[in-house]
């Protein structure tokens, strides 16, 4: 029998969107685990929600919202990037004694780069002043970045057939990360330092789409959430302290 593409992008956003959904439903009272969550489902692309991401965009094609998730696709390289972004107002990083959560689904359709140190789907968390970590996701691998140009890990996984689900803990006071896909542990990373290369801000940030100069490609994205919004002026559980000590049991 011959799958529809389609139909199956059409089926795994809203399965992805679900399992977040149970994963919320799961938790504790009082220990709601995410501040801040975007999803086509919304209506809204992630720069018209409240406490809203920054489109940066160099491109001719602009990210587009159907069947479910939003389609982020450049074409060349150099400084042809589409992604979103949260800076500054828009974050309040949990405390040092505590952990970020990145939620993500996210199909890798396609993706090209100069360098085996980046893909077509970013990731990059920016937890402190040029200390942080870049997640790469393309067809067939999942990586992390212990340096600019040098690959710390790699998964291997087939990444263009569905929406899959991701979810990155950083466990700040020791710079552990743990990258899990489809509820199952596939990479023990760490953040790093780097104020050279260009690849960290400086100040706390989060991005994703496609964000290398070195990279193109085409991103379906089902849905993107974390615990490091603001608080509640975006509409939102602001987040219980500790999280990582209240949900160890669950992303362990």
Same mark, same amino acid.
């Given at each position: 029998?011959?799958?529809?593409?389609?139909?199956?992008?059409?089926?795994?956003?809203?399965?992805?969107?679900?399992?977040?959904?149970?994963?919320?439903?799961?938790?504790?009272?009082?220990?709601?685990?995410?501040?801040?969550?975007?999803?086509? +489902?919304?209506?809204?692309?992630?720069?018209?929600?409240?406490?809203?991401?920054?489109?940066?965009?160099?491109?001719?094609?602009?990210?587009?919202?159907?069947?479910?998730?939003?389609?982020?696709?450049?074409?060349?390289?150099?400084?042809?990037?589409?992604?979103?972004?949260?800076?500054?107002?828009?974050?309040?990083?949990?405390?040092?004694?505590?952990?970020?959560?990145?939620?993500?689904?996210?199909?890798?359709?396609?993706?090209?780069?100069?360098?085996?140190?980046?893909?077509?789907?970013?990731?990059?968390?920016?937890?402190?002043?040029?200390?942080?970590?870049?997640?790469?996701?393309?067809?067939?691998?999942?990586?992390?970045?212990?340096? +600019?140009?040098?690959?710390?890990?790699?998964?291997?996984?087939?990444?263009?057939?569905?929406?899959?689900?991701?979810?990155?803990?950083?466990?700040?006071?020791?710079?552990?990360?743990?990258?899990?896909?489809?509820?199952?542990?596939?990479?023990?990373?760490?953040?790093?330092?780097?104020?050279?290369?260009?690849?960290?801000?400086?100040?706390?940030?989060?991005?994703?789409?496609?964000?290398?100069?070195?990279?193109?490609?085409?991103?379906?994205?089902?849905?993107?959430?974390?615990?490091?919004?603001?608080?509640?002026?975006?509409?939102?559980?602001?987040?219980?302290?500790?999280?990582?000590?209240?949900?160890?049991?669950?992303?362990?």
């Amino acid at each position: 029998m011959t799958s529809c593409p389609a139909a199956r992008r059409r089926l795994a956003a809203p399965l992805a969107t679900f399992a977040v959904l149970v994963l919320l439903a799961a938790l504790p009272r009082g220990a709601a685990a995410f501040t801040t969550y975007w999803s086509p +489902s919304s209506g809204l692309k992630p720069d018209q929600i409240p406490c809203p991401w920054t489109l940066v965009n160099n491109t001719a094609n602009t990210p587009a919202m159907a069947n479910g998730v939003l389609t982020i696709s450049t074409v060349s390289f150099f400084a042809n990037n589409t992604y979103y972004q949260q800076t500054g107002a828009a974050l309040a990083m949990p405390a040092s004694t505590d952990s970020l959560v990145v939620l993500f689904g996210v199909r890798s359709v396609s993706s090209g780069s100069s360098t085996t140190a980046r893909a077509g789907i970013s990731v990059v968390l920016e937890t402190s002043a040029f200390r942080g970590i870049g997640i790469f996701i393309n067809p067939t691998e999942i990586f992390w970045n212990s340096s +600019s140009t040098t690959r710390g890990g790699t998964a291997s996984a087939t990444n263009n057939d569905a929406v899959h689900a991701y979810r990155v803990v950083v466990i700040l006071a020791t710079n552990v990360v743990l990258i899990y896909r489809d509820g199952v542990l596939i990479l023990n990373a760490s953040t790093h330092v780097d104020s050279s290369s260009g690849d960290f801000a400086g100040f706390a940030r989060i991005l994703w789409g496609e964000g290398s100069g070195f990279a193109l490609g085409t991103s379906e994205w089902a849905y993107f959430s974390h615990n490091a919004a603001p608080g509640g002026s975006c509409g939102t559980t602001t987040t219980t302290t500790p999280t990582w000590g209240t949900l160890k049991t669950i992303y362990r």
